[in-house]
Structures are given as C-alpha cells and as structure tokens.
C-alpha cells in the first residue's frame, strides 16, 4: 500500500525523449520515421500515442521501450541517458522495469499458460519456486489462474491478451507498453482487456504507454499524443 | 535463463518438431554407429592380437637375423657376387633370406646386455605319441622367459635336463586321454629320423597343455633339453659346415631394460649387419597395418558424420525462422543475445548427443549379436575372441567427438537466431 502511494506522490518523469530522431536508411533513399520528438511521460501517467498506420507511433513506442536506439536525441528513463548504457543494463530494465503487451499476443501455443507468464522471471534467472508462485499470482489478477495448466493455444483471444497481461505484470513493472493491445480482439473483449490496464493504472500506479488508433482508448487516457508522418503534431491532456 | 532452464527449453524446443528430429538424429546415430562398430572392431582385434602375442611368450627375447641389404628379386634380378661366408635360402616372400652360422652367435654374444644367443633350429619331428596312434606334430623349441597360456598344468622348464614338452590342447585326445589334467606328468613317444633314414624315438614329459591360439595353432613347445635332443639325431654325422646354419637366432636380455637399452642393443646389432625385432616389434607392425585399415573404415563413419551435420544446421535454420517471433519476444524481455545463442547451440547439442547415444547402443547389440553368433560359427576356430570390444574412453570420445560436432553445426543457425533484431522478429508474420 505504502508503494502505491509513494508511486502516486512521486511525480518524476520515468520515460522521457529528447530531439529523439530516427532515420531509416542512408542518402537519397533515407527516411526519416521520427522527427525531434520531445515527450517527458510522468509516473503513473497514461498516455495514448495515436496516429494513422506508417506514422511513426510504433517506432517510437520501439524507442521508449528501449526495443531500438534513436539515430540522434536521446531517450531517458528515470532522468538517465540510455545512450549511455550498456546492452546488458538496457536488457535488464527492459526485464524488470518493463512489461509488454502486443497486438499479436506472442504466446508459445503449445505451453502452458503458466509457463508463458513466469518467462520474464525465467530470463531473470528468477528460482522455480519463486516464479510459480509468482505466476499464479499474476493470473489471479488477471483472473486466469483456472487455465494456468492449460496450454496457450486453447484459450481464446480474449483470455491469450489477458495472459499477456500477466505475463506484463509479473515483474512488477514501473511501466507497461501496449502495442494495440485490442487489435485482435472484438468489441467486447477488447473492452475487457482495456480495463484490467486501466485497472492497474489507478489502482497499482503502473505508467501505461499505450499505442492506438482506437480514440475510445485514447479518451480514457491523461494524455493524448498524435504523431503524423514522424512529428508530435497535436498532444492534449484529458481532464 | 539458468543453465538448466536453457537446457529444459532446448530439449522441448527439439521435441517440437519430432519427425524432423528425428530424422536428423537418424543420420547422427548411422555415423556414430559405424564410427563405434569400426573401432569396436579394431579393439577387439587388437586385444585379441596381444593376447596371442602374448602367448608366444618373453618380452626379453630379440629374433635375430642377417640384414640382406640386396635388393628385393621383386625389383629385378640381382647381380651375383662370390661370398663364400653366405649362403642364400628363400625368405618365402620373393626376398633372399641371409643364413646364420656359429660366427655370428659368438658376435651377437659380444653385444652388451645380451645374456645368451641360440641358433633357432628346426626341430621337424616325424610324429608324436600318446598310448594311441601316431600323429604329425610341429615342435618348436621354447626360448626366453614363457607366458604361453596354459589350460592346465605350467610351460616346459629350460633348465631341466629332463626332456619336457608342452602340447596344444586339440592333442590331448588324439594322444589317448581323456581329460588335459589326466595327461600331465605322463611320458609321449616322439619319432625323429636321422640322416640315414633310420627313425629313431625320444620320450618327453608332458608338463602343460597350453590354449588353442591363433598364431602358434598347434605348434608344441620343447625344451632346451628335448629341442638339443632331437636336433642331435637330425644331424647325426652331417659335417659341421652344413649344419650349423641357420635362418634365425634367439638373443635374451634381462627383464628389467629399459626401451632405450633395449634400443641401444638394436643399434648395436645393425651396425654388425643383423637385424632385430623385439615380439613388440613384429606385434606393432601387425597393429600398425590394422590401424590403417581401421582409419579407412572410419571415414566412412565420418563420411555418415559430415551428411549429418548438414542436417543439424538444416534442421535449426528451419527451426531459427519458425521461431522468429518467439526469439524477437525473448529478446524484448530482455533475455541477452548470448543466451539465445546458447539456446540454440544446445538444441544442436542435445541432437548429437541423442544420437551419439542410440548409435553407440545400437553399435553395442550388434557387437552382441555378432560376438554371441560369431563364438558358435564363423569364429569357432579363434576361441577368445571378441570382435567387436568396446572400451569406455572409445565410447565417450565418439559422444563427445560427435556433440562438438553439433556444436559446431548448430553454431551459424545459432548466430542467425542472437543477432535477430526484436522488432524486425516481432513485426514477423
């Protein structure tokens, strides 16, 4: 309880982007998919980055991420410049700071759901014991733990995204990432989806940076930005 | 991941596409099959070779003979020159073979560290007999210390001035016993003709029969006193010029030399004109020529090896591009470039080291098989032998040979997967 209220107090920026650049490419056949983007996203926040399909939104979900490195600008997080980290630091706060939900899910269908929640803790080097218990735990608040011994390709899309979200939360992430986390899924079920994040938003102070075209998302969210052909051309708070 | 998570997700990562292992691991488990059956062959002959060596006895005794130094009649005709000290008796296989007389005993005798040197006579009796019937006997006379394998009873003593004699087994019933121990101590008949055509006999003591073996088959062992004996009556009034030569002499040193004593006895004896061959000499000579043939039978194996790696590093770069996405999740969660690699590498291990194991198995029962047949027909007449013997450091280094193997086939696919970058694998459809 303490933690959440310290997450709530401290309002210090977690992911932050400065001039961050990307260029695909090099001389006449270059382009450039982002453009001196500046954002500074506070602990706790929820933020939707909205755009049209080749604006740039994914790549720089991939920057904030740390899934790929800015051809100039840098990207910080907690006020540390990642430029200046090395790849094993990187891959550990990718691992304990992070979690991630993707439009496709990335499940291992032929394990079990269980085995597919605990793999963060897995790749922490985290003990058996420990990362089970863990695990459940995480399907608990996602309300999976009856389908743990299942395996992943017997679940329906609305339960794989909801495992997806265990898999996220198991590290007790500071912040999650979600690539179109309802993309896959109909109305209903995305509905489900969309607030178990929000769920633990409010609730648990997890930063949510969510990528979207779906504006009822985005109107749920503190913070709109929208991104055309590269550029932050539009970002509004929602009160 | 942990060593033993790496090692769990490999392992189910291989089972994930079981007909496509499998067949890899086939063709593993035919290279390391052969590779095992071939050295499995040639141990057991080795083994077999050293036992009958062996028995042939003393490690202490150098067979001595005249160096020919003309060249072989198989590269033409030799000029002949007149050397009335040399005579020339057919060595059998197309070169001339030197003949010894008393002379060079007296220089083989002057070499240091030689303790006695004998002329190797040929024995050549007519006949031996028990209470039975008369049967033809090849006799040898028994020189240096004996480790001749006896079944029953101990190798004839050259001390005695009694006459002894040991017999292979296959004479025990053919002499009218009935069992190797009823004949030991008993006396048997040997028939030996003399120059005048007069056949003449000499009884010996029977002291031990010795075990069916494949280079002295049913050669019987005399004593100094016995072998002197007969060669007596052989040569009965012959002039001394004609008989005192020789093909070979035995030359003894102690037990306790060194290589390089031993070495330096060699020396010595070539640079008077002889040559000398330990029983180890002539046994690596015969191993040196199994060796050759078994490194022929080798390449086979690692011909089967080199087909199969191929398969490994088809099998993983399928594998590699089946599971982009996965590898693409894994590195977004943070798992090291390193580890994907060790992933990876020890899926390729773990194949070779499945097959290396069911090939070494399946090598082992059809040693089995072949050994177990083999005792009751095609090698009834070589008793002892195993043809196919299996030493564990021969096993472990197939397995460990054929798993670097893997290792060093899974290790490109291996370098594919590390260096996948997480988007471009997540964006993979």
Not at chain 2, 91 to 108: R, Y
Not at chain 2, 391 to 396: A, G, I, K, Q, S
Request: proline content about 3%.
């Amino acid at each position: 309880m303490i933690d959440i209220m310290v997450k709530l107090i401290d309002k210090s920026q977690v992911v932050g982007a400065e001039h961050v650049t990307k260029i695909y490419g090099k001389g006449e056949v270059a382009f450039t998919a982002l453009d001196d983007i500046n954002i500074s996203i506070m602990s706790g926040e929820s933020v939707a980055i909205l755009g049209k399909s080749g604006s740039g939104k994914s790549t720089l979900m991939h920057m904030l991420a740390l899934l790929d490195k800015p051809t100039k600008g840098t990207v910080l997080v907690n006020d540390k410049d990642t430029s200046k980290m090395s790849n094993r630091q990187i891959e550990s706060l990718r691992n304990k700071s992070y979690g991630f939900v993707f439009q496709q899910f990335f499940l291992n269908g032929n394990d079990t759901v269980l085995n597919n929640v605990i793999l963060p803790l897995k790749i922490a080097k985290i003990g058996r014991r420990e990362r089970n218990l863990r695990g459940i735990k995480s399907l608990e608040a996602v309300e999976l733990v009856d389908k743990a011994k299942t395996k992943a390709v017997n679940l329906s899309g609305g339960q794989k995204q909801r495992a997806c979200i265990a898999r996220a939360l198991i590290n007790n992430p500071s912040v999650i990432f979600a690539d179109e986390p309802t993309g896959n899924l109909d109305s209903h079920t995305g509905k489900i989806v969309e607030d178990l994040l929000f769920e633990l938003n409010k609730k648990h102070g997890i930063t949510l940076i969510i990528v979207t075209h779906d504006e009822d998302i985005a109107a749920r969210c503190n913070r709109q930005m929208h991104i055309l052909d590269g550029k932050l051309i539009d970002s509004k708070e929602n009160i | 991941m942990n060593f033993i998570d790496i090692l769990q997700t490999a392992s189910s990562n291989m089972l994930r596409s079981k007909v496509r292992t499998l067949l890899t691991i086939i063709a593993i488990v035919i290279g390391a099959m052969t590779i095992t059956l071939t050295n499995g062959i040639g141990t057991g002959i080795k083994t077999y070779l050293n036992q009958q060596i062996g028995n042939l006895g003393a490690s202490n005794v150098l067979i001595v003979t005249l160096t020919n130094k003309s060249t072989s009649p198989a590269n033409g005709p030799v000029k002949y020159t007149y050397n009335p000290n040399v005579r020339v008796s057919s060595g059998g296989l197309g070169k001339e073979q030197l003949l010894m007389n008393l002379n060079d005993i007296a220089k083989i005798k002057s070499i240091h560290n030689i303790t006695s040197a004998v002329p190797s006579h040929s024995l050549s009796p007519d006949y031996i007999k028990g209470t039975g019937d008369k049967y033809q006997l090849t006799l040898e006379q028994q020189f240096g210390s004996t480790t001749a394998d006896m079944v029953v009873g101990r190798g004839v003593n050259n001390n005695s001035t009694k006459n002894q004699i040991s017999i292979p087994e296959s004479y025990v019933s053919v002499l009218g016993y009935s069992s190797n121990h009823s004949i030991i101590g008993k006396t048997v008949t040997i028939g030996v003709t003399n120059p005048r055509s007069v056949q003449l006999t000499v009884t010996a003591t029977v002291t031990g029969v010795q075990q069916k073996n494949l280079i002295g088959q049913a050669t019987a062992y005399a004593n100094t006193t016995l072998g002197n004996h007969i060669y007596s009556i052989r040569n009965a009034g012959i002039p001394k010029s004609l008989t005192n030569t020789f093909l070979a002499a035995y030359a003894t040193f102690p037990n306790n030399l060194t290589t390089a004593q031993i070495n330096k006895i060699k020396n010595k004896l070539t640079s008077k004109g002889f040559t000398g061959m330990t029983i180890k000499d002539e046994e690596s000579t015969i191993f040196s020529v199994i060796s050759a043939i078994i490194v022929v039978f080798d390449l086979f194996g690692i011909i089967a090896l080199l087909a199969a790696s191929f398969g490994i590093i088809n099998t993983l770069f399928m594998s590699v591009q089946e599971r982009t996405k996965e590898i693409g999740l894994m590195k977004a969660l943070g798992m090291s470039p390193r580890r994907i690699f060790a992933l990876f590498s020890i899926e390729a291990i773990l194949i070779g080291f499945w097959g290396s194991i069911l090939g070494v198995v399946f090598a082992f029962l059809i040693g089995n098989i072949v050994n177990t047949i083999g005792r009751h027909s095609f090698l009834k007449d070589f008793p002892g032998l195993s043809l196919l013997t299996f030493p564990l450091n021969t096993v472990f280094s197939v397995i460990i040979g054929i798993m670097i193997i893997a290792f060093l086939a899974g290790a490109l696919p291996a370098l594919r997967a590390s260096r996948k970058d997480p988007i471009e694998a997540l964006r993979y459809e």
